[in-house]
C-alpha cells in the first residue's frame, strides 16, 4: 500500500514535561531511556522508575563544551578540531512544589519535617520525632497495614514517610533513592526517615490501616521498614551533598512529533532559589506565585556503543507521514 | 482551511456530547448538540440561549514554512437567561457552568485533520491545534448574560487543499 506524506515545518509546542529518575549514587549508575523502545510513552503514565514532574517552564539548554582548533603551518590555520572540555547546563522552573521538586531545586539534601514528640526540643531542621510505628505484613506501596493502635496516630490527611530506622552507616543513606551522604555516623535514629524520597498523602485512615493517594516511590514497604507522619519539608543552603537524578525532558509536537531530552546524570548545580511572577501582569502589587528554580550541570556517561564520553542525548521522532 | 475549521467544530461538538449530554438544541427540526457554526446556519436575528456559537473572525498564513501554516481566529459566543425554574437568577451559574464547559471542550488542543466533503470523513495527514481561549468580559443586556472567547486556531495546508 502506497503511503502519502507531507513536508514537516519546525515543530510546534506549548510547553516542556519533565521526568526524573534516581540514579542509583552507590554503584554510579543511571537510568536509560531508550527512545527506540520508550518513545512512544504515555506522558501521563510514564515507565517506572521515570516520575512525572508535569509541565516546566523557561527549560533552556546551554551547552557549555568547547572546542578549540588545532593550528599548522606558517601562518597558523585550523587543521582539527578537538574537544577540550565537555558540559552542559540546564535550567527551568518548577510549577508545582512537592518533595521531588523541592528537593530537586534545592543544592543540597531535603528532608522532610517529622511530626515532633511532645516537649522536644526545638531545631532547625525539626524537633525530635514521635517514635515510628511498623506497617504489619501485606502492606502494598498504597495501602499500609497497621495494629489498630498505630493506626490511630494516623488521620486522613496526614502525610507519612516510610523508611528504615538509621542504625550508624555512613555512605549515601537511602533506597532506592538515595537522599543524603552521612560522612560519619549520627545519632538520629529517624534520619533516614527525615531524607527519604518515599513520602504520601493518606486519603483514607481507618482502625487496620492507611489509603495513600500515590504510591509510594519506593514501592511496598521493605523488611524493617517504619513509618512516621510528615509534617513539611525543609533544606538548607550549604552542605555537602549534591542530587543526582536521571532526566528526561518531552517536547510533544502540534502533529504527534516528540524531541527528547535525556540527561543520564544530572546534579543541582545551585542553591536554593525562587521565581516570583504576579499573577496579573498589569498588577505587580497583586498575588504573585513562587515558582522552584531549578539549574543542573550535566555529567558525563560513557556510551557503550563507541566508548565516546556524552552528557546528554537528543532524540527526534518525526510526525507521521512527516518527510524525514 | 475548510478542513481544519470542520476538524475543530465536530472535534469540540463531539467533546461536548461527552462533557454535557444535555445541552442540545432543537435546529431546522433536529435536535443536535448544543454547538453549531454561524456561517452555516441561516442568519440569526439573535443567538439562541445555553448554545456555543462558533464565529470564524480573522486570518493570517505563514508562507515561508516547509508547509504553509494558517491561523485562524475563532470567536466562540454563548449566552444565557438561566433556567425559568429558577426565575432566571441562576443566570450566573449557567453562564459559568458553559465556562467550564468551554474549556473543556478544548483540551487536548489538537485533534486530526479530517475531510467532511467525503462520506464518512476522510483522515489527512496532519492535525489541527490551537492556543488556550481567550475569555472576554461578562456582557449584561437585562437579563442575559453572554461571553465570548477567542481561540486561535492553527493547521498547515496539505497538498490538494
Known amino acids: ?324 | 482551511m475548510q478542513n481544519a475549521k470542520d476538524s475543530f467544530y465536530m472535534t469540540l461538538r463531539t467533546r461536548l456530547t461527552v462533557i454535557d449530554p444535555e445541552r442540545t438544541i432543537l435546529l431546522r427540526g433536529s435536535v443536535r448538540p448544543g454547538i453549531l457554526v454561524e456561517e452555516a446556519e441561516a442568519p440569526f436575528s439573535q443567538f439562541p440561549n445555553d448554545v456555543f456559537v462558533l464565529r470564524w473572525l480573522g486570518m493570517a498564513a505563514d508562507m515561508d514554512l516547509a508547509s504553509t501554516m494558517v491561523a485562524e481566529q475563532c470567536e466562540i459566543v454563548y449566552q444565557t437567561c438561566g433556567t425559568q425554574s429558577f426565575g432566571g437568577l441562576d443566570r450566573g451559574r449557567a453562564l459559568s457552568a458553559m465556562d467550564q464547559e468551554l474549556m473543556a471542550m478544548v483540551q487536548p488542543f489538537y485533534t486530526p485533520k479530517l475531510n467532511y466533503v467525503a462520506t464518512p470523513p476522510a483522515a489527512m495527514l496532519t492535525q489541527v491545534f490551537w492556543d488556550e481561549p481567550v475569555f472576554a468580559p461578562i456582557v449584561v443586556q437585562r437579563d442575559r448574560l453572554s461571553r465570548s472567547a477567542s481561540v486561535m486556531v492553527y493547521s498547515y495546508q496539505e497538498q490538494g487543499e
Open chain 1, 1 to 324: 500500500m502506497a503511503a502519502t506524506w507531507f513536508s514537516a515545518p519546525a515543530p510546534v509546542t506549548r510547553r516542556v514535561r519533565a521526568y526524573f529518575a534516581p540514579v542509583n549514587r552507590a554503584a554510579q549508575t543511571p537510568v536509560l531511556f531508550d527512545p527506540s523502545e520508550q518513545g512512544r510513552l504515555s506522558l501521563d503514565a510514564p515507565p517506572s522508575p521515570w516520575i512525572s514532574l508535569g509541565w516546566i517552564q523557561d527549560f533552556m539548554r546551554k551547552p557549555a563544551s568547547k572546542s578549540a582548533p588545532l593550528l599548522t603551518g606558517i601562518p597558523a590555520a585550523p587543521l582539527e578540531q578537538v574537544r577540550e572540555t565537555l558540559q552542559a547546563q540546564v535550567s527551568f522552573q518548577f510549577l508545582s512544589w512537592t518533595k521531588l521538586t523541592m528537593a530537586l531545586a534545592t543544592g543540597s539534601q531535603h528532608m522532610n519535617l517529622l511530626a515532633p514528640a511532645t516537649g522536644a526540643a526545638a531545631a532547625a531542621d525539626g524537633a525530635q520525632a514521635i517514635p515510628a510505628v511498623t506497617p504489619q505484613s501485606g502492606s502494598t506501596s498504597t495501602s499500609i497495614l497497621l495494629a489498630t493502635a498505630d493506626a490511630a496516630k494516623f488521620t486522613a490527611g496526614s502525610m507519612i514517610a516510610v523508611d528504615a530506622d538509621y542504625t550508624g552507616q555512613t555512605g549515601f543513606v537511602g533506597v532506592p533513592i538515595a537522599g543524603a551522604y552521612a560522612r560519619q555516623a549520627l545519632t538520629d535514629v529517624d534520619y533516614i526517615r527525615r531524607v527519604t524520597f518515599n513520602v504520601a498523602l493518606v486519603t483514607q485512615a481507618g482502625a487496620t490501616g492507611l489509603t495513600l493517594a500515590e504510591p509510594l516511590p519506593g514501592g511496598a514497604p521493605a523488611v524493617g521498614a517504619k513509618l512516621q507522619v510528615v509534617t513539611g519539608f525543609v533544606d538548607r543552603e550549604g552542605g555537602s551533598f549534591y542530587q543526582e537524578w536521571s532526566a528526561l525532558f518531552v517536547m510533544q509536537g502540534s502533529q504527534g512529533e516528540r524531541i527528547f531530552f535525556y540527561y543520564p546524570r544530572l546534579q543541582t548545580m545551585t542553591g536554593a532559589e525562587e521565581a516570583i511572577t504576579p499573577l496579573n501582569g498589569k498588577s505587580q502589587n497583586g498575588q504573585s506565585r513562587v515558582l522552584l528554580k531549578g539549574q543542573f550541570l550535566a555529567l558525563s556517561v560513557t556510551d557503550p556503543l563507541d566508548g565516546e564520553r556524552v552528557v546528554c542525548y537528543r532524540s527526534f521522532l518525526p510526525a507521521a507521514n512527516a518527510l524525514v
